[in-house]
């Protein structure tokens, strides 16, 4: 398309969802399939008036899903209710770790045996399409920080964290093609990329993301002033995220772990310091308004919610219009179809059971857990990274097949029936 019908289409695309956004909050459809539907209409599928080339793009997507990405893990980490205890992070812990490896393996045997890939790229596809979306599955995630629905909650702390763990997967996956050195037997896999990596990624997070909390904190008691929340926000993901790089850790990790102590370190400074002040009140008395103190100041962690919230609102536009730009016709195979149904199906409600078979959480939220695995940009972004560093042709044109299909499902399947099911959970009691 010319820049004139650009223009032209995504300001009328704004206005309309900005204009009937009363009616369409109504309907059982989020945003993201709105958005794709308009990237299939002007796409190859229907008036065909442009064509996104995700292999020829491969570089402008990768920056583009990484950013997204980023984003959005730093406000899911910053809605993490406080304080951080095992009891509670216990399930999505294990989703990040035991869920995510089920699901990788599961997914590579269907690979290996169903679509008769190599071995390398099974593990590849299963590490492309294993992780949840923090992007695209803002329906079923926490609304605001301390929201206390333990199903958004273990949705969205599995999603902060699983973007960082299924890099392991990856690039064990890219190893095994020849992409990347893993060692003799795994050695350098095991040691580098899963041991040192994870955990200092999630160290440097927690480093950076409380010392911004005690400087913040510092600079306003002092000086009686407010920060400008949204340029420290973006200022912390990109310290992280850039000393991530150069010390070869997870830098989806360390972003989410980032935000995460940074709003523990908030949360516990505003509480405290409401404490010191409160002498005329019971204890009981100033803990609780100390803990509403925390949630209504603006701190670095909730005041740039608003504008990283808007950020992710712009990416999931243009994201989804691109998605919807590389769809043909003839690109909805048995094949890939097929992938996608044994994903939403099997491999993810049967990682979430086994995952969670040792908790005492409810079976319908492991039931809602297990089919709100929703896919999207995190996908994308992992494909595009192992194609820019030398995935074979062929190969490359394969997994984008097939990783395309299992996102757009994922978009449509998931997109209708989270809000019917969503509301059908509050209405029912706890049991």
Not at 71 to 94: C, D, E, H, N, Q
Not at 272 to 279: A, D, F, I, W
Not at 312 to 332: K, P
């Amino acid at each position: 398309m010319s820049s004139e019908l650009w223009f032209l289409f995504l300001g009328g695309l704004l206005l309309f969802m900005g204009l009937t956004s009363w009616t369409w909050r109504r309907l059982p459809v989020t945003t993201a399939i709105i958005y794709l539907i308009a990237g299939v209409t002007v796409g190859p599928t229907f008036l065909n008036l442009f064509h996104f080339n995700p292999l020829r793009e491969a570089g402008l997507l990768e920056v583009l899903t990484e950013v997204a990405a980023l984003i959005s893990l730093f406000s899911a980490g910053v809605k993490m209710p406080v304080p951080v205890t095992y009891a509670r992070w216990r399930a999505p812990l294990l989703l990040a770790s035991a869920s995510m490896f089920v699901t990788v393996m599961l997914v590579a045997l269907f690979a290996y045996f169903v679509l008769g890939l190599p071995f390398g790229a099974c593990i590849l596809l299963g590490a492309i399409i294993a992780p949840t979306d923090p992007v695209l599955a803002t329906d079923v995630q926490s609304r605001h920080p301390g929201d206390p629905d333990r199903l958004r909650f273990t949705l969205t702390c599995e999603a902060g964290m699983n973007d960082g763990t299924a890099f392991p997967f990856v690039v064990l996956g890219m190893g095994l093609l020849g992409l990347h050195e893993i060692g003799k037997f795994g050695s350098r896999w095991v040691l580098e990329d899963v041991i040192w990596a994870t955990s200092g990624g999630v160290l440097l997070g927690v480093v950076l993301g409380s010392g911004l909390g005690y400087l913040g904190c510092f600079l306003r008691k002092k000086y009686q002033q407010g920060l400008l929340d949204d340029f420290l926000s973006l200022g912390l993901i990109g310290m992280v995220y850039g000393l991530s790089l150069y010390l070869h850790v997870w830098g989806f990790l360390a972003v989410f772990f980032a935000a995460v102590a940074l709003r523990q370190t908030e949360f516990k400074l505003t509480c405290s310091g409401s404490q010191e002040n409160g002498h005329s009140l019971h204890r009981s008395d100033s803990a609780s308004n100390a803990a509403l103190d925390a949630e209504s100041l603006p701190l670095v962690s909730t005041g740039s919610l608003a504008f990283n919230e808007h950020l992710e609102r712009l990416s999931e536009v243009v994201l989804m219009i691109l998605i919807g730009g590389t769809l043909f016709i003839n690109s909805w195979s048995w094949r890939a179809t097929g992938l996608a149904l044994f994903l939403f199906f099997v491999a993810r409600p049967a990682s979430v059971l086994a995952g969670l078979s040792a908790t005492r959480m409810p079976l319908r939220i492991r039931g809602l857990a297990g089919w709100f695995g929703v896919r999207g940009i995190g996908s994308l972004y992992y494909l595009m990274y192992a194609i820019e560093r030398g995935l074979p042709y062929d190969l490359a044109l394969e997994l984008i097949h097939l990783t395309l299909i299992v996102v757009t499902l994922s978009i449509i399947l998931h997109g209708l029936t989270v809000k019917p099911l969503m509301s059908y959970f509050r209405r029912r009691p706890s049991s």
